[in-house]
């Protein structure tokens, strides 16, 4: 059995799940965490790897739990002390089981991400402006109640497992959200996404340079649209009017390319 410590939060554990998603052995994992609320769904996100034999949690300051054992940095990049026979697989073939399963073309929208505290969401009325303007359906995902009442989609929020969630999203034409969890497996399976990010050294450790950067259709910086959202409707809308273009490209894309395989 290989014992290998481990750091970080939700998005943090998906990506060791595709670098462990080509190892053979069984594995014990000492991981490292300052938030003890998520253990429950970190425990869940290491369900990916039926190898992954025991989770012991704890928490150090220098992310390292028993420095007996090597320590596997939770960025898509290979840093230096990683151990050199796990590589990033940017497009694990993982399987989701789902209570839900649509089958027309669609839009996932995550409204909010994050930690109550971060206040990392999407106001209500560019959500309604893209379920407005969208041809293609929008399905609304998270667990943040104040966005439960939006109608004219299908609101899964509150409504889904992880794992579903995660179907969804493997499933859908394209992602709208926070860079995370969600966006990290929309990513990870050639999903286009338009995403907010908090920090650019996010995108420099986990999506620029590699496989990913290819799917990152529109970015914006989240202090850029802080800024945006906390002054006039005005901006606020013309950030709406960002995110339709983008949606609008996209679903003419599409509808083209499904005209020209349905033509004889």
Known sequence: MRIINTTGTLGDSYIYCCKFSTVKENIKLLHSTSHPEWHSIIREIFLLIPNISEIKFCWSKDRI?????????HFTKRCPGDPEDIEMNFFPNFQFNSNYHFDFPYIVLQPKSGREEQKKEIPIKVIENIIKTSKYKVILIGTSKKFEGLKNCINLINKTTLFDTFSIIQNSKYFIGFFGLMSMVALSNKINCNFIYQREDELENRVYGTPWERYCKNIIIKEDYR???????????KLASILNKFLEEQIMFHIRRVRDQLTP
């Open 65 to 73: 739990c028993d420095k007996k054992y090597p320590f596997l940095m």
């Open 227 to 237: 800024k945006q959202i906390s002054t006039s409707y005005k901006i606020r809308a």
